[in-house]
């Protein structure tokens, strides 16, 4: 039943989806609150997943299988890293989180990778699950590149939002201690990052199998 109805509606939830993906994208880029532009973040990265599910592909299913794995550890290791910084700010604001490469210089590197993570830069888990999405999606209907475009543009922008505003510009006048990163607090975002960078080789071998499996099927129509 469900199946039909998909069938039949589907382009309904995939428009749904991809509009809401964008207009998340860009409350992202007004946020001053750390945790509230991660959490948005997760909701438009959803918004492409939930797209990509519809279409009802095996790339589909398997881009948002990964793409769900891949934002459960990097959406994860920001809020952790949030988290780092309220504990020593006591605020999520960024008007006060900012300058951070001053205060906390080693913990700047773990923004930067998990960041970058975020928005599917290579060689993270991110990437290739977005590749998926974007393939399912565009040979299921290729108007969906208008909103595939905005949706990867603003994901970029938004992360370099959170990046660069968190990292640089002047430190905030009211901090006057230096308080470096726990060791348990770098083990925490390696093991967030390193199943996002790890993983990957697993999935290249399969996405290999995939597109050997996908020529051979075609091959045997031509036959």
Request: with cysteine; proline share 2%; hydrophobic share 50%.
């Amino acid at each position: 039943f469900l199946q039909l109805m998909n069938l039949k509606y589907s382009f309904v939830w995939i428009s749904i989806s991809l509009v809401g993906g964008v207009l998340v994208s860009l409350m992202c880029l007004r946020q001053t609150d750390l945790k509230a532009l991660i959490a948005y973040s997760s909701v438009a990265h959803m918004g492409i997943v939930l797209a990509g599910l519809l279409t009802m592909t095996y790339w589909g299913l398997c881009g948002s299988y990964t793409l769900m794995i891949a934002h459960g550890l990097c959406s994860s290791g920001l809020f952790c890293l949030a988290n780092v910084s309220y504990e020593r700010l006591g605020s999520r604001s960024m008007l006060i989180n900012k300058g951070l490469l001053n205060f906390m210089p080693a913990m700047t590197l773990w923004w930067f990778l998990l960041s970058s993570a975020n928005m599917a830069a290579p060689p993270t888990l991110n990437l290739l699950g977005e590749i998926s999405l974007l393939n399912s999606i565009v040979s299921w209907s290729w108007i969906s590149m208008i909103m595939l475009s905005f949706l990867s543009f603003f994901s970029a922008a938004y992360t370099l939002y959170l990046y660069s505003f968190s990292q640089h510009g002047k430190l905030f006048s009211g901090v006057y201690s230096f308080s470096s990163g726990k060791i348990r607090e770098y083990l925490l975002m390696l093991l967030h990052w390193l199943p996002l960078n790890l993983l990957i080789l697993k999935s290249e071998s399969c996405i290999l199998w995939l597109y050997l499996n996908s020529l051979k099927k075609n091959t045997n129509l031509w036959c």
